[in-house]
């Protein structure tokens, strides 16, 4: 396959193994579960990425990155990140705060860039996890202690 973008380019200079996977994204298929679909991988190893504020001024904002079928735990999320409350970015801030359009936030195009990144536990009982490649339509295959070394992510259980 030759695909290649800012992750793509980052994570071969770091000679990281990962897998490109491309579908068609649009009208009906919007959500990491309908992507699973899509790309033919269980639902439970395609993580979406999620952009949630502190309550804390000062605070970085934070990338929640979560299995697909589960809800974010704002509390759980909140104890991580070592602030008292956190709230969701709506979809127009999230965009605004990443410089990504929804469906393709992706950490991994997000690095260096001063947000906190946490990764769901669930995410260390997989060989390889799948997230967005930084824009709709791409998703990146590869083993979650790459994920975490290149995103500096600290793991906890965020999902319910």
């Given at each position: 396959?030759?695909?290649?973008?800012n992750?793509?380019?980052?994570?071969?200079?770091?000679?990281?193994?990962?897998?490109?996977?491309?579908?068609?994204?649009?009208?009906?298929?919007?959500?990491?579960?309908?992507?699973?679909?899509?790309?033919?991988?269980?639902?439970?190893?395609?993580?979406?990425?999620?952009?949630?504020l502190?309550?804390?001024?000062?605070?970085?904002?934070?990338?929640?990155?979560?299995?697909?079928?589960?809800?974010?735990?704002?509390?759980?999320?909140?104890?991580?990140?070592?602030?008292?409350?956190?709230?969701?970015?709506?979809?127009?801030?999230?965009?605004?705060?990443?410089?990504?359009?929804?469906g393709?936030?992706?950490?991994?195009?997000l690095?260096?860039?001063?947000?906190?990144?946490?990764?769901?536990?669930?995410?260390?009982?997989?060989?390889?996890?799948?997230?967005?490649?930084?824009?709709?339509?791409?998703?990146?295959?590869?083993?979650?202690?790459?994920f975490?070394?290149?995103?500096?992510?600290?793991?906890?259980?965020?999902?319910?």
């Amino acid at each position: 396959m030759n695909y290649a973008n800012n992750v793509t380019r980052l994570l071969d200079s770091r000679r990281i193994p990962y897998r490109v996977h491309l579908y068609t994204y649009g009208e009906g298929l919007h959500s990491a579960t309908e992507v699973a679909d899509a790309i033919g991988l269980p639902a439970a190893c395609v993580f979406k990425t999620l952009v949630a504020l502190p309550d804390a001024p000062g605070r970085k904002q934070i990338l929640a990155v979560i299995p697909g079928p589960k809800t974010l735990d704002l509390k759980s999320l909140a104890k991580a990140a070592g602030v008292k409350k956190a709230k969701m970015a709506a979809h127009d801030d999230a965009e605004k705060l990443t410089g990504l359009l929804t469906g393709g936030i992706s950490a991994l195009a997000l690095t260096n860039k001063g947000f906190v990144v946490l990764l769901d536990a669930s995410a260390l009982q997989h060989a390889t996890i799948v997230v967005s490649a930084g824009e709709r339509g791409a998703q990146i295959e590869l083993a979650p202690a790459d994920f975490i070394k290149l995103t500096r992510a600290h793991t906890a259980q965020l999902a319910d």
